[in-house]
């Protein structure tokens, strides 16, 4: 609105300095050093009428500043200029501010009317038709296609904007109508305008638009010194990315708010975003203290889904949320004042998230959660089902105690099958700006059987049950007090030194020493397909570094367990460790008495592979020659069994472990 004021300001000033006409001169001149105002000023302004009629203009200024920008060495040359006794005209003029535009213009001294055409092109125009006398006076701008680059240019940078860092309009058409109208402490503002094929873009490449067309209505009413107004924003084509969102058409906004030199306030606006939902808003901005003072958000129902594609995904890009399928429903009331969130009420409904990567899901989630900064609350959450790790988990209720920045469980069951995971005294805090908890939990006897049925794997036999003592998190780091135990294939499983790095993030880091003992070789192999092998043995994974679960590095070994127990191979079970171990294929199975007996002798196995780099140091219970022994035998018949390989490369052992039996490799025997 300012700057049609100063537009006004101008052309009455030029009216003011030319509009006398002594009869006995040929040339009229005046300068003036200065003129200023609160956003508009001049510096050295020269005028003149020349030619033996008078019948040429000539306005020169040194440097012109309007709302922070300033032009130098603007022009104004009208070679067929008329002034009459009550009327100054100027028919085909140029306008030179660094470009040259065509600009007609006709003012009116009596009833002080003023009518200025500015062509830049061709097919473009700017009219600007104002009337002064009468009251309320009027200043009214009509836009046929203008370049919006050119209205973009009169706008002020930002003070802490360094060059090329804010987004530049490249390209953009605007048709529309701007009126001013009023008196002195009762002003009018209007605008109904259309942008289209608006494109912008900053060096970094990080904030960009295309092809975007939109309405804006705008009124606004001055009562003293506020002003109250009323907007509305159709986006109707285009998309823009605002790193890291992307955005297309289909959007609008509506508000109506008042605005003062010392705030701005949003009395009520209505967002509607497509495909997501509505969502009615207020704000309240201070202009001294240039920051929000409060706030509110609250909507009915958002599809979750659409809010995540649009929104959430592109903000989430490095967490573990990053890549998830999402389904349901939700509403929320936001409440923010004293510079921080006082209240949120999340209302879920039949909410589903699925990580596509299948590290975890959550199915049929029914939540009410009325938090408060400043008093307790307790929240309703109602859970369907879920996986973590592929492990199936059963409908739950899960009692959230909140207070403030303060959030606790004290116990909670998760069904698993036959079994269930008792979660005990979850909390959870906001400390210095960082999010830290701790649990612990159990693990009842789950069906190995049931479970690997479940998972599609091969069908295991016994059961599986643990203790998780105090899990920690902190600092992006994932702790255990002490060692987690689990219960599998009739013996244990302890894992000490765990530790987890950035667990939340996309690509996260695991360091653990896992010790197993007394692991009964029947069930293990037969759940395999390996061949069949009685026996017991222990195993070592210590060292062990897991990036986004994968191995990096460990030294892990297998051996016999102590004890007395029978200890049988198949010949299946042979070929494969044979194969393992990199063992050549040596007839002597086939060629000896041997291959007449399915199962033989042994007196210990044992096998070891330090990996580092990609490659594993392959090793077994002892050196033999230029290999090592893997199965030593024993009894009647009895067969050792020898690898040759001592460096294998990681995925090549993989790939062995895969094709073990589908290969006829044979052992060597002794």
Known sequence: MSILANAARAAILLATLLFTRPGFCQQIGLSIADIHSPSFSAKSIEAGLHGDDLSRLELRI???????????????????????????????????????????????????????????????????????????????????????????????????????????????????????????????????????????????????????????????????????????????????????????????????????????????????????????????????????????????????????????????????????????????????????????????????????????????????????????????ILIGGGEVFRFPLGAAQVPLEMNGLSFAIPKAEIPILDGKLALSDFRAEKVNENWQWQFGAGLTPVSMERLTQDLGLPRMLGSLSGVIPAVRYRDSTLTADGALLFKVFDGTIVAKNLMMFDPLGATPRLSADVDMRNLDLDLLTRTFSFGNITGRVDVGLNKLELADWRPVQFDASIASSPGSYRKKISQTAVQNISALGGAGAAAALQRSFLRFFELFGYSRIGLSCALRDSICEMGGIEPSGQGYVIVEGGGIPAITVLGYNRRVAWQELLDRLKRITQENVQPVIR
Not at 69 to 86: D, H, I
Not at 102 to 129: M, N
Request: with cysteine; aromatic share 8%.
């Open 62 to 380: 040194g440097e012109l500043t309007l709302q922070g920008k300033t032009l130098r060495n603007v022009a104004l040359t009208c070679g067929q200029f008329r002034l009459e006794k009550t009327t100054m005209r100027c028919a085909e003029g140029v306008l030179d501010v660094g470009q040259k535009w065509p600009i007609s213009f006709a003012y009116e001294t009596r009833a002080q009317k003023l009518e200025l055409v500015v062509q830049p092109e061709k097919a473009e125009s700017w009219k600007l038709v104002g009337e002064f006398k009468r009251t309320p006076f009027t200043l009214e701008v009509t836009i046929l296609r203008g370049k919006l680059q050119r209205l973009a240019a009169l706008l002020p940078a930002t003070a802490n904007s360094s060059p090329g860092s804010a987004p530049k309009i490249n390209t953009g058409i605007i048709d529309g109508r701007l009126t001013l109208g009023g008196d002195s402490g009762h002003l009018k503002v209007g605008g109904d305008v259309k942008l289209r094929d608006v494109a912008f873009s900053d060096t970094a490449g990080l904030h960009a638009g295309e092809k975007i067309q939109t309405r804006i209505q705008l009124t606004a009413e001055q009562h003293s010194d506020v002003w109250r107004w009323k907007t509305g924003i159709d986006w109707l084509g285009g998309e823009v990315f605002w790193q890291p969102l992307y955005f297309s058409a289909g959007h609008r906004l509506s508000a109506a708010g008042t605005a003062s030199e010392r705030s701005i306030e949003v009395t009520s606006s209505r967002l509607v975003l497509a495909k997501i939902g509505d969502i009615e808003m207020t704000a309240s901005w201070s202009r001294a203290a240039s920051g929000l003072n409060s706030a509110s958000a609250h909507t009915d129902q958002v599809d979750l889904a659409e809010l995540y594609a649009q929104i959430l995904k592109p903000m989430l890009g490095q967490t573990a949320l990053a890549d998830l399928r999402v389904e349901g429903r939700a509403g929320f009331d936001f409440r923010f004042a004293d510079g921080a969130m006082q209240s949120l009420t999340l209302a879920l409904r039949r909410v589903s998230l699925d990580d596509k990567q299948r590290r975890f899901a959550i199915f049929d989630l029914d939540a009410n959660l009325p938090w408060r900064r400043s008093s307790p609350t307790t929240a309703d």
